[in-house]
């Protein structure tokens, strides 16, 4: 099994900037792909964000240019960068992991970002 621990949501006005980090435990020599994921009020959960063991990375388009994922396999820890932050980007955003050889994926416990005036 695989735990992940979402850190680093808060209140930020927009335009400002937060860091999200995500420390997974368990299983790590097993990790692959990795994720952020959002979800809104009254909206499903979406991705925002993925990156390889091999940090290929993608993004949605309304996060191009502002959202930078990485990740630092010496700590088993992905991030999540967040620059010139809208409303719109409000949600609780979640991490995600794959595993090599894994029919099953793992999720955080979700960590609140606000973006609000």
């Known amino acids: 099994q695989v735990q992940l621990v979402e850190s680093g949501g808060g209140l930020v006005q927009p335009g400002g900037s937060l860091r999200l980090s995500c420390a997974a435990s368990g299983i790590i020599f097993r990790l692959s792909t990795m994720g952020w994921y959002r979800q809104a009020e009254g909206k499903q959960r979406a991705l925002v964000a993925s990156?390889?063991?091999?940090?290929?990375?993608n993004y949605i388009d309304s996060v191009k240019g502002r959202f930078t994922i990485s990740r630092d396999n010496s700590k088993n820890t992905v991030y999540l960068q967040m620059n010139s932050l809208k409303p719109e980007d409000t949600a609780v955003y979640y991490c995600?992991?794959?595993?090599?050889?894994?029919?099953?994926?793992?999720w955080g416990q979700g960590t609140q970002v606000t973006v609000s005036s």
């Open positions: 990156i390889t063991s091999n940090s290929i990375t």
């Open positions: 995600n992991a794959l595993l090599y050889r894994g029919a099953n994926d793992y």
